[in-house]
């Protein structure tokens, strides 16, 4: 079966990176959209950041764009979250997803990983 195991997360200050990843198995990887999401206490899982299936192209939520950076290596079947000028904010679960399609939507996204913590101080 389709397994997505992320890992990576912690606990940081403010201003730290961190760099998350997401190993997957049980699927052709490279025929699959990757994106990672975040959930934070009391709040609706929101997208994050996707890259297309080649890797080619990529895209981040306003919230996240020039701060974090989604890329894959098909090779090694992992996805990757490099996140940077960590912001109180942006603490939550981070979660990476994988779907036959290039969507924001969580509706798109047919496998899921369990998720990793990740938490900023200030």
């Known amino acids: 079966q389709v397994q997505l195991v992320e890992s990576g997360g912690g606990l940081v200050r403010a201003g730290d990176s961190l760099r998350l990843s997401c190993a997957a198995s049980?699927?052709?990887?490279?025929?699959?959209?990757m994106a990672w999401f975040r959930q934070a206490p009391g709040k609706e899982r929101e997208f994050v950041a996707r890259?297309?299936?080649?890797?080619?192209?990529?895209y981040h939520a306003d919230s996240v764009r020039g701060r974090f950076a989604i890329d894959r290596d098909n090779a090694k079947n992992t996805v990757y979250l490099q996140m940077n000028s960590l912001k109180p904010e942006d603490t939550a679960v981070y979660y990476c997803?994988?779907?036959?399609?290039?969507?924001?939507?969580?509706?798109?996204?047919?496998?899921w990983g369990q998720g990793t913590q990740v938490t900023v101080s200030s």
């Open positions: 997803a994988a779907s036959g399609t290039l969507s924001d939507d969580l509706r798109a996204y047919y496998a």
């Open positions: 049980g699927l052709t990887f490279s025929n699959n959209v």
């Open positions: 890259v297309s299936a080649s890797g080619m192209t990529s």
